[in-house]
């Protein structure tokens, strides 16, 4: 039903959309729609692109419209090289629980297995309510790493703890044991 690619810069103006679409759902993402500007999705594809991976997911039928996308990127010292992080993933409003986010982060996963096998460690940080997510990351060997009490401001005058997690490539390759 859903089908899932490398990203492409054509995919900007519907990543963009996509984002803007998201951010009006309660609990869709993390940031506001007046914080989904041109220059913040242009900047995680930026990075994306250069050292991490981003993927976009559609329906065959309709191969122009984005309904999903997942990325992740290097942190900028070199002591990380082995790590991608922010990682991130949206999902259309209207296609939500039909298993697409599910392809995608298989999809990451299996590409980091095979044409990443630079990267050991794979990072995410979810908000503690959101019990599908966090028992979704767990059944795909994400563990749980802790907590950041009081991170979120829920903007109801209360906060809560954002949940850090982490998937391990159990086919990483270390550079520095190789021959």
């Known amino acids: 039903?859903?089908?899932?690619?490398?990203?492409?810069?054509?995919?900007?103006?519907?990543?963009?959309?996509?984002?803007?679409?998201?951010?009006?759902?309660?609990?869709?993402?993390?940031?506001?729609?007046?914080?989904?500007?041109?220059?913040?999705?242009?900047?995680?594809?930026?990075?994306?692109?250069?050292?991490?991976?981003?993927?976009?997911?559609?329906?065959p039928k309709h191969p122009d419209e984005i309904l999903a996308e997942i990325h992740c990127n290097k942190p900028e010292p070199s002591v990380f090289s082995h790590v991608l992080s922010d990682t991130s993933i949206v999902v259309h409003p209207k296609v939500q629980g039909k298993g697409l986010g599910k392809l995608l982060f298989n999809r990451l996963l299996e590409e980091i297995r095979n044409a990443r096998k630079d990267i050991l460690r794979l990072e995410l940080i979810v908000r503690e309510s959101n019990h599908k997510a966090i028992s979704?990351?767990?059944?795909?060997?994400?563990?749980?790493?802790?907590?950041?009490?009081?991170?979120?401001?829920?903007?109801?005058?209360?906060?809560?703890?954002?949940i850090p997690m982490a998937w391990f490539n159990p086919d990483y390759e270390n550079p520095y044991l190789k021959h």
């Not at 951010?23 to 594809?45: H, K, P, Q």
């Not at 795909?140 to 954002?162: H, P, V, W």
């Open 136 to 162: 979704f990351y767990r059944s795909i060997n994400f563990r749980i790493e802790g907590r950041f009490e009081r991170r979120i401001d829920s903007r109801n005058g209360k906060f809560e703890a954002d």
């Open 1 to 59: 039903m859903f089908q899932v690619r490398k990203t492409t810069s054509a995919d900007f103006e519907a990543i963009f959309n996509l984002y803007k679409k998201v951010a009006t759902e309660i609990g869709g993402i993390a940031r506001l729609e007046d914080e989904i500007t041109e220059e913040y999705v242009e900047n995680f594809i930026s990075k994306s692109i250069q050292s991490g991976i981003q993927l976009v997911g559609f329906d």
